[in-house]
T-cell receptor, first 108, second 116 residues
């Protein structure tokens, strides 16, 4: 059974204080690892797909990396508008498995 | 690209009535659609997976007679909550993917259902 564990559950940062969110996973035959951002009362917004260990992707202040056991979402110099819940998901065979998410709050 | 819409965004209904939620992929063919339920401050709970033209596959514990899913075309799936009760009140989110091209799935904006 595929499993995804995200840590920390919640993270409070000051504006400009860089940090990383962790997504640990176990999956039989990784077909893809996905990061999403979800704002309250909205559907998740797709951020990145990573397919193999060593792969990295960037978008503005976000950078996602992947190893064989975990993925990190690095947030560089965050702004208050980066406040959201960040979800990680993996897909092995067919059905994606989501983590419980990390709730990020960035204070001005 | 990869836009998924949901309608309605909010719905309030009386206990015992049925409610239909539509999920549309606007710019791609959704060979697979997923329906999720999300409780406040909790993660996504997969309810069912549907492939175009096939019967939906429901997750354990989800009543298929209560949550009717139809995926009649490559751009439309519907979720009908039948004989709704207050405990069905929740945030329902659909997602869609074109498995012919990738495993990435794109989410709709969600539907807030309140049953009074």
């Amino acid at each position: 059974e595929d499993q995804v564990t995200q840590s920390p559950e919640a993270l409070r940062l000051q504006e400009g204080e860089s940090s990383s969110l962790n997504c640990s996973y176990t999956v039989s035959g990784l077909r893809g690892l996905f990061w999403y951002r979800q704002d309250p009362g909205k559907g998740p917004e797709f951020l990145f797909t990573l397919y193999s260990a060593g792969e990295e992707k960037e978008k503005e202040r976000l950078k996602a990396t992947l190893t064989k056991k975990e993925s990190f979402l690095h947030i560089t110099a965050p702004k208050p508008e980066d406040s959201a819940t960040y979800l990680c998901a993996v897909i092995g065979s067919y059905i994606p498995t989501f983590g419980r998410g990390t709730s990020l709050i960035v204070h001005p | 690209g990869a836009v998924v819409s949901q309608h309605p965004s909010r719905v309030i209904c009386k206990s015992g009535t049925s409610v239909k939620i539509e999920c549309r992929s606007l710019d791609f063919q959704a060979t697979t659609m997923f329906w999720y339920r999300q409780f406040p401050k909790q993660s996504l709970m997969l309810m069912a997976t549907s492939n175009e033209g096939s019967k939906a596959t429901y997750e354990q514990g989800v009543e298929k007679d209560k949550f009717l899913i139809n995926h009649a075309s490559l751009t439309l799936s519907t979720l009908t909550v039948t004989s709704a009760h207050p405990e069905d009140s929740s945030f329902y989110i659909c997602s869609a993917r074109d498995r012919a091209t990738s495993y990435e799935q794109y989410f709709g904006p969600g539907t807030r259902l309140t049953v009074t």
